[in-house]
């Protein structure tokens, strides 16, 4: 790590070189003529930027089992993640190359950044509680396997992982998440956790339920070497106080990680920052569009040692998965640029994605369309956002809708939009089941011309100014609530 923070430039360009000449004699790198690429100059010239459904019919066909397509090796694994436009779920290649020079590098690269900046550090005394995903491990066909990326690193952990980590993998694999956590709570609550490591909001769950069981005050009081939360995935800013309250402890200490279906990109380096180092040589070569380029013909696309710290970024990799100048859908920014340090600061479209659910507007267009045209109604205007975890209910979504001919019955229309986000989204369905984390939707209907007024109050009426139809905090929620009560 010391090596690519020093040589951050020439550690990227060795990477872009290496992930040329392995893929040289693929199907894609034959039509783009790898084997003639000497710069990043070369490569943005020739290669076009994708997004999954541009690069979906060659996933199709490694999962078919075809070799050398994207990638030289057959690729038996597939990471599920929420859908696009078109479809409900993308799958993900997850190559040999990136689980052990990527997924499982990082793992090790994460403890040890941990271990530098915490030297007294007692974590290895106890076992890591890894708490997987909502997908199980399931058959596309013969040749191919997918489940989320949690479970996908969980059955390809390296076996000394196994005596370190809880729960037993036949536990931590299962995908009836009510149950799941009943039996990760009974299995561990009585070992030795020092460190806990996934999405903020499922561990919440769970060390709510040890709690009920237990009958304890505070988790201290049944792991009371607990010192780390490795999270991810998720903001962690609305779940920081009720961590601090279920485990009152200065010695505590939350390490944020970028890990995505694509790859790992980058881990918290100082305990005192919550800016994350970016991981120059996990096999992603990164590139980055100015977001004021984004939605241009043919945007600005930028290498490491062009960017700056001014700039809102949509990240762009090519990886050891055998991803090429993909397009992400995350946002960065840079806070240093020695060694490179990066927040991730937004979507480069409008989601929620508090609680793992990605959900997009196509979803919920998708979703209120039907559910007008089931009761009769006409939305003039809508936004939505999460209503977050409190005092152990599940949390949820709400929708504040302006509608110009109101619903014949509110409660179909919002059990019909329910329904069609779960067929919409895989992830928000996972994250519905048995209404453990997500709870149904709350509709609100507001008076006529509420949203006109509310950005007419802001002096931004008119223009590009427009409605927030989906946001990741309840700001803009809040703020049109308080207008209409005010």
Same mark, same amino acid.
């Given at each position: ?91 993900i ?59 996908v ?19 931590a694999?299962?995908?009836?998440w ?11 609550m ?36 607990? /010192?780390? @939360? *490795? ?6 800013v609305?779940? !920081? +106080?009720?961590?601090? &309250? ?45 977001? /004021?380029? @984004? *939605? ?8 490491? !040692? +062009?960017?700056?710290? &001014? ?31 990066i ?13 793992? /659910? ?13 559910a ?41 229309f ?20 048995n ?29 590009q ?22």
């Amino acid at each position: 790590m010391e090596r690519f923070m020093r040589n951050p430039h020439d550690v990227q360009e060795k990477v872009l070189q290496s992930l040329l000449t392995y893929s040289k004699n693929t199907e894609w790198g034959k039509k783009y003529h790898y084997n003639s690429i000497r710069s990043h100059n070369d490569f943005a010239a020739r290669v076009p930027l994708q997004n999954y459904e541009q690069i979906k019919p060659f996933v199709d066909r490694m999962i078919a089992g075809e070799s050398n397509v994207l990638w030289p090796s057959k690729v038996k694994w597939f990471a599920q993640s929420s859908g696009t436009t078109s479809d409900k779920s993308k799958f993900i290649p997850v190559s040999h190359e990136s689980l052990t020079g990527c997924h499982q590098k990082a793992g090790l690269d994460v403890m040890a950044l941990y271990c530098h900046s915490r030297p007294d550090t007692k974590v290895f005394q106890g076992k890591g509680l890894i708490l997987g995903g909502s997908h199980k491990i399931s058959n596309l066909n013969q040749d191919a396997r997918y489940g989320d990326l949690s479970a996908v690193l969980l059955q390809n952990f390296p076996k000394v992982v196994e005596f370190m980590r809880t729960p037993k993998l036949s536990i931590a694999l299962m995908d009836k998440w009510e149950e799941k956590l009943g039996l990760i709570a009974r299995s561990t609550m009585n070992q030795n956790v020092t460190s806990l490591s996934g999405v903020p909001s499922w561990n919440l769950l769970l060390l709510n339920k040890i709690l009920d069981i237990t009958k304890k005050n505070h988790i201290l009081e049944v792991w009371p070497q607990l /010192e780390l @939360f *490795n999270h991810g995935g998720v903001s962690f800013v609305p779940y !920081q +106080e009720q961590f601090k &309250k279920l485990i009152p402890s200065d010695s505590m200490y939350y390490l944020e990680t970028y890990n995505a279906s694509e790859g790992f990109f980058g881990a918290q380096d100082q305990i005192s920052s919550k800016d994350m180092l970016l991981m120059l040589d996990y096999g992603v070569y990164y590139e980055f569009i100015p977001m /004021e380029d @984004f *939605n241009s013909h043919q945007p600005r696309v930028l290498s490491l !040692q +062009e960017v700056d710290t &001014k700039t809102n970024y949509a990240l762009v990799i090519s990886t050891n998965g055998g991803l090429w100048r993909y397009i992400i859908g995350d946002t960065v920014r840079f806070s240093s640029l020695s060694p490179y340090r990066i927040t991730i600061s937004g979507r480069t479209r409008n989601f929620i994605n508090a609680f793992g /659910e990605e959900v997009i507007v196509d979803n919920t267009d998708r979703a209120l369309d039907k559910a007008c045209k089931a009761t009769g109604a006409v939305i003039s205007e809508y936004t939505a956002a999460p209503v977050f975890l409190q005092n152990k209910e599940s949390a949820a979504h709400e929708y504040l809708v302006e509608f110009a001919v109101e619903p014949n019955d509110l409660d179909k229309f919002t059990t019909i939009l329910d329904s069609e986000l779960q067929n919409l989204n895989s992830d928000y369905e996972a994250k519905r089941s048995n209404n453990l984390m997500l709870k149904k939707p709350m509709v609100k209907s507001v008076p006529r011309n509420s949203f006109i007024g509310w950005l007419k109050s802001k002096g931004k009426l008119g223009g590009q100014n427009k409605v927030p139809r989906l946001y990741n905090d309840r700001k803009y929620v809040e703020e049109i609530l308080n207008y209409i009560e005010g």
